[in-house]
């Protein structure tokens, strides 16, 4: 069971690149998340999807979209990357708030520096 | 590489004290609270959590209160460890599965 696993660890990019960040699942989750962490501070969602086909806005969506391909992956597109796009990008999984266990996994992370 | 939590609040506590962490949310919709645990280079880890119907749960030397009429959480831990220390974040969830972290709170135990 390996959990949420994110690719790639790490990437630089160039100003302008594009860029897929991939996640897999195999919990059988419903609910698939997209996080930032910039050094020293905390989370904040980019995008989420309650359920396979649907995806929804998080607090910091410009620059990024997302596809949630089927029930086990999301991922996470930069089309033009920018210098203020340098993070750690975190994707985690939920099974669903109506189930009695609220625990979200997390991946291990992507470190992505835009030069 | 970058240290997590580097600019978030520290709360330092003696080992074998206990630790209180504090969290204030802004949703009053959100119906679900739960605590993760962040070590440095590492994704987020799950602690406790609690629905809005509750206002207290105990977990092994960890316990979640919350209080709605202020918009407050907080974790206790207890007997802090050395390897207790980590940054602490609290996160609410609400109807459509949307998950909001907080600030964060960086816990260092020290001898």
């Known amino acids: 069971n390996a959990g949420v696993t994110q690719t790639p660890k790490f990437q630089v990019l160039k100003t302008g690149q594009s860029m897929t960040l991939q996640c897999a699942q195999d919990?059988?989750?419903?609910?698939m998340y997209w996080y930032r962490q910039d050094p020293g501070m905390g989370l904040r969602l980019i995008y989420y999807?309650?359920?396979?086909?649907?995806?929804d806005k998080g607090e910091v969506p410009n620059g990024y979209n997302v596809s949630r391909l089927n029930k086990r992956e999301f991922s996470l597109r930069l089309e033009s990357a920018a210098p203020s796009q340098t993070s750690v990008y975190f994707c985690?999984?939920?099974?669903?708030?109506?189930?009695?266990?609220?625990?979200?996994?997390f991946g291990q992370g992507t470190r992505l520096t835009v030069v | 590489g970058e240290s997590v939590g580097l600019h978030l609040p520290t709360l330092s506590v003696q080992e074998g004290d206990n630790s209180i962490i504090n969290c204030a949310y802004s949703?009053?919709?959100?119906?679900?609270f739960i605590w993760y645990k962040q070590e440095s280079g590492k994704g987020p880890q799950f602690i406790i959590d609690?629905?809005?119907?509750?206002d207290k749960r105990q977990g092994q030397r960890v316990t979640v209160l919350l209080n709605k009429t202020v918009k407050h959480l907080s974790l206790q831990i207890a007997a802090t460890q050395p390897g207790d220390s980590a940054v602490y974040f609290c996160?609410?969830?609400?109807?459509?599965?949307?998950?909001?972290f907080g600030t964060g709170t960086r816990l260092q135990v020290f001898p």
């Open positions: 609690i629905r809005s119907n509750m």
């Open positions: 999807s309650a359920s396979e086909g649907t995806t």
């Open positions: 919990m059988n989750h419903n609910s």
């Open positions: 996160a609410e969830g609400g109807p459509t599965d949307k998950l909001i």
């Open positions: 985690a999984s939920l099974i669903s708030r109506v189930q009695a266990n609220t625990e979200a996994f």
């Open positions: 949703n009053s919709a959100s119906d679900y």
